[in-house]
């Protein structure tokens, strides 16, 4: 089992950047597929990127490709989104999710941060 919190969350005018952290607890965290989630208020939640257990592999949404960025520190137990060139359309609460499966990571991870809150203004 693994439990999560992410953070670095905030109000961002558009064109500008964050980076997303989340923490996880336990000692088999390399175990683990790392997955970034993100829902709009009244959006179904939408896969956002993963990586794989290494941090060799890489996977995004095409909405983020090549503004986004997502890591892994094994030995810090934490995934990252970088998020540049932000919009106003990537408003959002951002869940970090994990699970023994990549492939299952990106569609229905076993397990969910609580959420961070990402607001774009315009």
């Known amino acids: 089992q693994v439990h999560m919190v992410e953070s670095g969350g905030g109000l961002v005018q558009a064109g500008g950047s964050l980076r997303l952290s989340c923490a996880a607890s336990?000692?088999?965290?390399?175990?683990?597929?790392m997955a970034w989630f993100r829902q709009a208020p009244g959006n179904e939640r939408k896969f956002v990127a993963a990586?794989?257990?290494?941090?060799?592999?890489?996977y995004y949404a095409d909405f983020v490709k090549g503004r986004f960025t997502i890591w892994r520190d094994n030995a810090k137990n934490t995934v990252y989104l970088q998020m540049n060139s932000l919009e106003p359309e990537d408003t959002a609460v951002y869940y970090c999710a994990a699970d023994l499966n990549l492939g299952t990571v990106a569609t229905t991870p076993t397990y969910w941060g609580q959420g961070t809150q990402v607001t774009v203004s315009s």
């Open positions: 336990g000692r088999t965290f390399s175990s683990y597929a």
């Open positions: 990586v794989t257990r290494g941090g060799g592999t890489a």
